[in-house]
């Protein structure tokens, strides 16, 4: 499968955005898909899940400010994020959860102004 994030870009503290995750064939077989972010100089790390049931998971920085879909119909997976912080300025990933080392695609760059 291949996964091409896009949606990302540069806005102020406080506004949104919606990424989006498109997968090159179906997803409806991967029980759990999740945003990823990297910091520039951090590890990698989980930012969202979503299960085929729709159960939701969030690291705890962004509970309350993101929020995390799946369109299997679409092979789509969103991440809104609003409330956005200088903190979450990465490039952000789609992948299964666990991961699968050759879903990774580009990312797509978040860039959050102060």
């Known amino acids: 499968v291949q996964l091409q994030a896009s949606g990302g870009g540069l806005v102020q503290a406080g506004g949104s955005l919606r990424l989006s995750c498109a997968a090159s064939?179906?997803?409806?077989?991967?029980?759990?898909m999740g945003w990823y972010r990297q910091a520039p100089g951090k590890q990698r790390e989980l930012v969202a899940t979503?299960?085929?049931?729709?159960?939701?998971n969030y690291v705890d920085s962004v509970k309350g400010r993101f929020t995390i879909s799946r369109d299997n119909a679409k092979n789509t997976v969103y991440l809104r994020m609003n409330s956005l912080k200088p903190e979450d300025t990465a490039v952000y990933y789609c992948?299964?959860?666990?991961?699968?080392?050759?879903?990774w695609g580009k990312g797509t760059q978040v860039t959050v102004s102060s």
């Open positions: 979503i299960t085929n049931r729709g159960r939701t």
């Open positions: 992948n299964a959860d666990p991961v699968f080392e050759n879903y």
């Open positions: 064939r179906s997803i409806v077989n991967i029980n759990a």
